[in-house]
């Protein structure tokens, strides 16, 4: 999928090249937005990619089932054709259901904004110690994220950084005490920095760092043999 970012702009074009990739494994499955609003799911199911898009996915939502059987269980409550209450205090309703019910509930005319309604809707499908919440608005680029740990919703716009590759690599802490716009907080990656925030981690987990240095080491070795590639939009 991360091929499918990197080489085509819209989700048109991912649909129209998914026999260039094939997915082993378990049933991976992922949802897909554009600048314009269009979305998709596309699940990899036996061997075969499973596309929803349009009138076939009529609720922007996934979680961790297959859609068609999500569906299936959103359609037993109330709006949705069944007669079960949605109460969106009990964890045991489906995290599907909970976010349809507040997407199909949500008015611009509130005093909420789209983007804190986003994140209400994300509490609301927590079903544990969720480590880290995202909202994107896909039009204009810009980020909205916060963590278990740095709580206050910090966000960037993606415009604001010069992608080229004769530019550097640009990092941040999610986990920082920031808030609000935080683009002039980005500093320049160096080996460095990750290793110190690598062996923050590790800490974290009551292990002993020295032991994994020259782990350490032979990862960053690994990436850094990457090189950078200006990639033409592919628009076939």
């Known amino acids: 999928m991360q091929y499918q970012l990197d080489n085509y702009e819209t989700v048109d074009q991912v649909l129209k090249n998914l026999d260039n990739i094939i997915l082993g494994g378990w049933g991976w499955h992922f949802f897909l937005s554009d600048s314009r609003g269009v979305s998709a799911v596309i699940e990899f199911i036996n061997g075969k ?3 929803y898009t349009g009138d076939e996915m009529p609720f922007p939502v996934l979680c961790n089932s297959q859609y068609p059987h999500e569906i299936t269980k ?5 709006g949705f054709g069944g007669d079960q209450d949605v109460n969106l205090d009990d964890k045991s309703i489906p995290r599907f259901v909970h976010a349809d019910y507040l997407i199909k509930n949500y008015s611009e005319t509130t005093s909420q904004s789209s983007i804190a309604y986003g994140f209400k809707i994300l509490e609301c499908m927590e079903r544990g110690e969720t480590q880290w919440s995202y909202v994107i608005d896909v039009k204009k680029n810009q980020i909205y994220f916060r963590t278990a740990v740095g709580t206050e919703i910090k966000t960037f716009n993606f415009g604001s950084f010069d992608l080229s590759c004769d530019q550097p690599t640009m990092i941040i802490d999610i986990n920082s005490a920031l808030s609000g ?3 002039q907080n ?3 990656y160096s080996e460095e920095i990750n290793t110190q925030l690598i062996t923050q981690v590790i800490k974290a987990f009551g ?3 020295n032991i994994f240095q020259n782990h350490i080491k032979k990862v ?3 990436l850094q043999g990457f090189q950078c590639q200006t990639i033409p939009i592919n628009s076939q």
């Open 181 to 183: 716009n935080v683009e």
């Open 186 to 188: 980005f500093q320049i």
């Open 74 to 78: 959103l359609k037993k409550y109330i």
């Open 220 to 222: 960053f070795a690994y």
């Open 49 to 51: 990619a499973l596309v």
């Open 207 to 209: 292990f002993d760092a």
